[in-house]
């Protein structure tokens, strides 16, 4: 059970746990937003993509689980409301952290397990994929500064993207460009068909296509070892979403 779904859920437990503990060790709100983030992005994949093909297996144990996300859903809301005021944000990450943990303890140990015996490979593998996109979705959504704008008026945009359509997060206008090829290579700009944005948090970058009428969006964001993000020099993988399916790059 070391296959690429349970490692995804299980390195999405970590991260939570281990920013729980952080914030309580160091008394640091400060890590909240990127705690709710990561749980919210964690619980909705696993509602929308996990969970149902195994109610039919076991119902009482998925409902539960359900449940469970409920509850840390509602502690999420109530922290909201008081954080940052004479610390009683504190007790309310330790009832959290409480329930994540008894939470991962079940899925890891009891559902993880009977999982694997009762779907296939190919639902397995089909689950994770669907699971990493809709990650992406939501990360793309949530972008610090995510106001959309046009493409900006001083650089030279490759012929077939429709520019008057095209419209990419702000943090992507104001960064770094290169122009590249249907492969996905570094050109010069009279022979690019795509222009690669990358955001000013050096964290994320964006290719820009011709799929017409719309165009064409790759993000692409950058991690770390331990699933945390980074920088794209300090990375040591990264994952891609594609807004419009109907670009196809050849891969490297």
């Known amino acids: 059970m070391t296959e690429e779904l349970y490692k ?9 746990k281990d920013l729980l503990n952080e914030a309580l060790e160091n008394e640091d709100i ?11 992005m964690h619980m909705i994949s696993e509602e929308k993509y996990f969970y149902p093909p195994l109610r039919k297996v076991n119902k009482e144990s998925i409902d539960q689980s359900f449940k469970e996300h409920e509850e840390a859903k ?11 005021k004479n610390k009683d944000w ?3 990450f330790k009832k959290l952290k409480e329930t994540i943990e008894t939470h991962v303890e079940k899925e890891e140990n009891l559902l993880f397990p009977e999982s694997s ?10 689950i994770a994929q669907k699971i990493e996109e809709e990650k992406m979705v939501i990360r793309f959504r949530s972008i610090p500064d995510a106001k959309l704008v046009s493409l900006p008026e001083n650089i030279d945009v490759p012929r077939g993207i429709p520019t008057s359509r095209v419209k990419i997060p702000s943090m992507y206008a104001n960064g770094d460009i290169e122009y590249e090829d ?8 009279d022979n690019a068909s795509h222009i690669r944005f990358t955001g000013i948090d050096r964290r994320s970058d964006i290719v820009v296509g011709p799929i017409k009428p719309e165009g064409m969006i790759k ?20 994952r891609s979403k594609i807004f419009n399916e109907e670009y196809r790059p050849l891969r490297k």
Request: aromatic fraction near 4%; charge should be negative.
């Open 8 to 16: 995804m859920l299980k390195d999405d437990h970590k991260v939570v």
């Open 30 to 40: 400060s890590k909240f937003r990127e705690i709710r983030n990561q749980l919210n």
């Open 74 to 84: 509602i502690i999420l809301k109530d922290i909201e409301k008081t954080q940052g």
């Open 90 to 92: 504190i007790p309310k």
């Open 117 to 126: 015996e009762s779907l296939s490979t190919l639902q397995r593998e089909g």
């Open 182 to 189: 249907d492969e996905e290579k570094q050109v010069d700009k």
């Open 219 to 238: 993000l692409t964001l950058y991690f770390n070892d331990e699933n945390l993000p980074v920088v794209k020099d300090k990375a040591t993988n990264s």
